[in-house]
C-alpha cells in the first residue's frame, strides 16, 4: 500500500464521534457564517500547533530561530501549560502539529509531551533536523506513539546540505534518519511516517533526482 496512503488512513483512525460531529460543526457555523454574513461560531480545534522551543542548532537563513531574530518571547513549552491545553480540548482535538519555528527535540520533554497526546488518542507530527536522534532518542520517538517524522535533508552532499543549514552536518541526518527506521522494524511500527523534506535552491537543484 502507497505510504502516504496508509499516513492518511491512520489519520482518519484517529476520529471518534465526537471529533466528527465537532468537525461537523465547525465546517457548519463557517457555511452559516457565509451565508449570513454574521460571525456564528461553533465547535473547538480540530487542529493546533504547539511549539516545543523557539531555540535551535542550526542557523538558517530565512529563519527567525536560525537568525535568533525573534520579535515575540522565546523559550521552551512548559510541559503543564501544554497538558492543562490538552485536557481541555482533546476529546475534540484530532491532529497536533509540534513545531513552527526551532528545533523540537531541543525541548527534553518534548517525547514525554507526544506520548501525552497519544495517549488521548490524537494524531501528532514533527519537523526536524535530525541531528538529536541518536539511537536513545530514535527508539523514544517510536515508543512515543509520533505518528508522523518530517526529516529536513536538503543536499546530498555536506557541501550544498550546509549551504541552508548553516552550522549542519548531513551525516547526522542520514544517521538520524537510519535510527529512527531501524527502531520501527525492531519495535514491529508502522509509526513515525517518515517524510524527507527538501527546499529547492541554487546550491542543490541539481541533486534533486539523486536524493530520491
Ligand atoms: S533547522 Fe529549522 S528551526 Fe532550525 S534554523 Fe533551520 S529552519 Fe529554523
Same mark, same amino acid.
Request: hydrophobic share 35%.
Given at each position: 500500500m502507497n505510504k502516504n496512503f496508509k499516513d492518511t488512513l491512520n489519520l482518519i483512525s484517529h476520529l471518534t464521534t465526537r471529533r466528527l460531529w465537532n468537525l461537523g460543526a465547525i465546517t457548519g457555523s463557517y457555511i452559516l457564517s457565509k451565508w449570513t454574513g454574521k460571525n456564528l461560531h461553533s465547535g473547538m480545534p480540530a487542529a493546533i500547533s504547539f511549539e @516545543?522551543?523557539? =531555540?535551535?542548532n542550526l542557523r538558517c537563513p530565512e529563519c527567525p530561530s536560525g537568525l535568533r531574530s525573534f520579535t515575540r518571547p522565546n523559550g521552551m513549552l512548559d510541559p503543564k501549560f501544554f497538558k492543562k491545553v490538552i485536557d481541555e480540548i482533546h476529546n475534540e482535538l484530532l491532529y497536533l502539529v509540534f +513545531?513552527?519555528? !526551532?528545533? @523540537? +527535540?531541543?525541548?527534553?520533554s518534548f517525547l514525554e509531551l507526544v506520548q501525552y497526546a497519544t495517549e488521548k488518542g490524537i494524531y501528532t507530527a514533527t519537523s526536524t533536523n535530525? #541531528? +538529536?536522534?541518536n539511537d536513545e532518542n530514535a527508539r523514544k520517538t517510536v515508543e512515543s506513539g509520533l505518528d508522523r517524522l518530517i526529516i529536513s535533508i536538503d543536499g546530498t552532499t555536506q557541501e550544498s546540505y550546509e =549551504? +541552508?543549514?548553516? !552550522? !549542519?552536518q548531513l551525516e547526522k541526518v542520514i544517521e538520524g534518519a537510519k535510527n529512527v527506521v531501524k527502531w520501527k522494524k525492531e519495535l514491529n511500527s =508502522?509509526?513515525? #511516517?517518515l517524510i524527507f523534506q527538501f527546499l529547492v535552491v541554487k546550491s542543490n537543484e541539481h541533486q534533486l533526482d539523486a536524493v530520491k
Amino acid at each position: 500500500m502507497n505510504k502516504n496512503f496508509k499516513d492518511t488512513l491512520n489519520l482518519i483512525s484517529h476520529l471518534t464521534t465526537r471529533r466528527l460531529w465537532n468537525l461537523g460543526a465547525i465546517t457548519g457555523s463557517y457555511i452559516l457564517s457565509k451565508w449570513t454574513g454574521k460571525n456564528l461560531h461553533s465547535g473547538m480545534p480540530a487542529a493546533i500547533s504547539f511549539e @516545543p522551543t523557539t =531555540s535551535c542548532n542550526l542557523r538558517c537563513p530565512e529563519c527567525p530561530s536560525g537568525l535568533r531574530s525573534f520579535t515575540r518571547p522565546n523559550g521552551m513549552l512548559d510541559p503543564k501549560f501544554f497538558k492543562k491545553v490538552i485536557d481541555e480540548i482533546h476529546n475534540e482535538l484530532l491532529y497536533l502539529v509540534f +513545531y513552527f519555528q !526551532g528545533e @523540537p +527535540y531541543l525541548n527534553t520533554s518534548f517525547l514525554e509531551l507526544v506520548q501525552y497526546a497519544t495517549e488521548k488518542g490524537i494524531y501528532t507530527a514533527t519537523s526536524t533536523n535530525a #541531528h +538529536y536522534l541518536n539511537d536513545e532518542n530514535a527508539r523514544k520517538t517510536v515508543e512515543s506513539g509520533l505518528d508522523r517524522l518530517i526529516i529536513s535533508i536538503d543536499g546530498t552532499t555536506q557541501e550544498s546540505y550546509e =549551504s +541552508y543549514r548553516i !552550522g !549542519g552536518q548531513l551525516e547526522k541526518v542520514i544517521e538520524g534518519a537510519k535510527n529512527v527506521v531501524k527502531w520501527k522494524k525492531e519495535l514491529n511500527s =508502522s509509526t513515525p #511516517h517518515l517524510i524527507f523534506q527538501f527546499l529547492v535552491v541554487k546550491s542543490n537543484e541539481h541533486q534533486l533526482d539523486a536524493v530520491k
